[in-house]
């Protein structure tokens, strides 16, 4: 064989090689513990742990499972301390419980709210399978119905559910609904002009408003209408614009006439 031949044959050989490497190299990194700084783990609500490592690949997915997964571990977090203040209410007399909330610094209404949440057992097995309702308002409302309804609720939700949702899977009784909305006092209605805004707009107004009542401990914010309202100001955006389209061309058709 040529001399030529030889040593293009043997370039060959050496950048398969190569290749072989880098991909034994590559896949030790994906498989090693170190990985997750590199590769972020999809949103799983079972996970435990903090993920404390810096994002290496910037993409949108990678930074929206690291924060999903780390704010919903903020969410079981809450529901454990629901569950030792109602295992203290349980064991330690009520002097020394008092004490425990002052020291943890519980308002009347958190404290409440806690060991509703804490005291249902039922609630422990959604927390165990990642299916834990992320409002504490829905966590409340899941404590108002019976068994039997639970049953018809448990298979279906998860951590996104929203109220109207649990309210119609578990065909809930009208004064089952006036129990839950007499315990959590509505005292203040926001209103907003849609001739004034878009979607967009409205949307950054909404976050506004809920970062700035998110400081207050004892308020709960129920959002399930804002969906609603984004509809009906798209709707009202669009006959806007084809009342415009309809005017332009309207004149338009003037126009030619007058021509």
Same mark, same amino acid.
Do not use: W
């Given at each position: 064989?040529?001399?030529?031949?030889?040593?293009?044959?043997?370039?060959?050989? %050496?950048?398969?090689?190569?290749?072989?490497?880098?991909?034994?190299?590559?896949?030790?990194?994906?498989?090693?513990?170190?990985? %997750?700084?590199?590769?972020?783990?999809?949103?799983?609500?079972?996970?435990?742990?903090?993920?404390?490592?810096?994002?290496?690949?910037?993409?949108?997915?990678?930074?929206?499972? %690291?924060?999903?997964?780390?704010?919903?571990l903020?969410?079981?977090?809450?529901?454990?301390?629901?569950?030792d203040?109602?295992?203290?209410?349980q064991?330690?007399?009520?002097?020394?419980?008092?004490?425990?909330?002052?020291?943890?610094?519980?308002?009347?209404s958190?404290?409440?709210k806690?060991?509703?949440?804490?005291g249902?057992?039922?609630?422990?097995?959604?927390?165990?399978?990642?299916?834990?309702?992320?409002?504490?308002?829905? %966590?409340?409302?899941?404590?108002?119905?019976?068994?039997e309804?639970?049953?018809?609720v448990?298979?279906?939700v998860?951590?996104?559910?929203?109220?109207?949702?649990?309210?119609?899977?578990?065909?809930?009784?009208?004064?089952?609904?006036?129990?839950?909305?007499?315990?959590?006092?509505t005292?203040?209605?926001?209103?907003?002009?849609?001739?004034?805004?878009?979607?967009?707009?409205?949307?950054?107004?909404?976050? *506004?408003?809920?970062?700035?009542?998110?400081?207050?401990?004892?308020?709960?914010i129920?959002?399930?209408?804002?969906?609603?309202?984004?509809?009906?100001?798209?709707?009202?955006?669009?006959?806007?614009?084809?009342?415009?389209?309809?005017?332009?061309?309207?004149?338009?058709?003037?126009?030619? *006439?007058?021509?």
């Amino acid at each position: 064989m040529p001399t030529q031949n030889l040593f293009h044959l043997e370039q060959i050989t %050496q950048t398969n090689n190569e290749r072989k490497r880098m991909s034994n190299n590559m896949n030790a990194v994906v498989n090693s513990k170190t990985a %997750q700084s590199i590769v972020a783990k999809n949103y799983n609500p079972m996970i435990s742990n903090l993920t404390t490592l810096e994002i290496k690949n910037k993409t949108v997915d990678n930074y929206y499972n %690291q924060i999903r997964n780390n704010f919903y571990l903020g969410v079981k977090a809450h529901f454990i301390i629901a569950r030792d203040l109602y295992d203290a209410k349980q064991n330690l007399d009520n002097e020394d419980y008092q004490r425990l909330v002052d020291k943890c610094n519980f308002s009347g209404s958190t404290q409440r709210k806690y060991l509703l949440i804490g005291g249902d057992f039922r609630l422990f097995g959604l927390f165990t399978k990642g299916k834990l309702p992320i409002a504490r308002t829905n %966590q409340l409302l899941l404590t108002t119905i019976t068994d039997e309804q639970f049953k018809k609720v448990e298979s279906k939700v998860d951590s996104d559910t929203s109220a109207s949702e649990i309210r119609k899977l578990a065909d809930m009784k009208k004064e089952q609904v006036e129990k839950i909305e007499n315990m959590l006092l509505t005292f203040l209605k926001i209103e907003i002009d849609k001739s004034q805004v878009n979607v967009a707009k409205f949307k950054s107004i909404l976050n *506004k408003v809920k970062k700035d009542l998110s400081t207050i401990p004892e308020i709960t914010i129920v959002d399930d209408s804002v969906v609603d309202v984004e509809k009906r100001i798209s709707s009202y955006t669009q006959k806007l614009i084809n009342k415009q389209k309809k005017e332009m061309k309207k004149k338009e058709v003037k126009q030619k *006439k007058v021509a």
